[in-house]
């Protein structure tokens, strides 16, 4: 079976951590860049901005610790910077309009609601090919025995260029699940009566057949939970 570092699996972009790492031990910057933007064109950003799944899954972490992985991917964006290899310049063009462009995901992080609250249009980009293994139809939830994964089975059988608006999703019987799953670990949170009563009903009563609907549906309910009013669109719209 195929099989591969659990940092890069971790990792949203599917980034090769190891070989990055071997190019910063080794003090090759400028290769170690490289790799990173390969898979990933903001790589100083990334170095951090990064939620650092990777690090979540490095094997060092069970012994004398993870591996720092976001900073060594801001430190080789950041030698190519003082090395004069990466240079920013501002926009000429000014506008009044702040707007993010990003794949929907399943249930995503905090930091993608921070996003979407810090711009005055949220624009879903799934026009975009759908990955598997990936952040768009799973995700994990902390239980008293460990992290546990939600994955919404989709169909991908033969359907290799399919982009993440075209997805759909395989059968029903996992949102019944999931919702036991989240309803036997949070029950007992101080707001899970409140919360139940906006997401239960999306879980039991809800019947997704694409995978965009289904997490346009969950992210505008988290917004609405935390008071974020920005106007939320499909790339597909425009």
């Keep these: 079976a ?45 170095g951090r901005v990064c939620v650092r799944f990777c690090e979540d899954a490095c094997r ?3 012994a004398e610790g993870a591996v720092g992985i976001r900073m060594l991917k801001r430190y080789a964006a950041d030698q190519a910077m003082v090395q004069g290899r990466i240079k920013f310049a ?58 546990h994964w939600l994955t919404v089975p989709v169909k991908v059988k033969g359907r290799f260029l399919q982009s993440i608006r075209e997805t759909e999703i395989d059968g029903d019987a996992w949102a ?30 809800g019947r997704y057949t694409h995978l965009s609907v289904l997490n346009r549906a969950l992210i505008e309910a988290v917004c609405g939970v935390l008071g974020i009013e920005t106007r939320i669109s499909d790339s597909s719209s425009y």
């Design 176 to 205: 019944a699940h999931h919702w036991q799953v989240l309803a036997q670990n949070y029950r007992k949170a101080s707001c899970f009566k409140q919360m139940a009563a906006v997401f239960e009903p999306l879980f039991l009563e």
């Design 2 to 46: 195929y099989t591969t570092a659990p940092c890069i699996e971790a990792c949203p972009s599917k980034i090769d951590v190891p070989k990055y790492i071997d190019g910063v031990k080794g003090g090759k910057f400028d290769f170690a860049l490289g790799v990173i933007l390969e898979k990933y064109s903001m790589a100083a950003t990334c």
């Design 90 to 147: 501002p926009s000429k063009e000014r506008h009044d309009k702040r707007v993010a462009i990003v794949q929907s995901n399943y249930i995503p992080w905090k930091g993608y609601f921070d996003l979407i609250a810090s711009v005055d249009e949220f624009i879903l980009y799934d026009d975009v090919q759908f990955t598997r293994r990936d952040w768009r139809n799973r995700n994990r939830i902390k239980t008293p025995q460990g992290v």
């Design 60 to 62: 060092r972490a069970g």
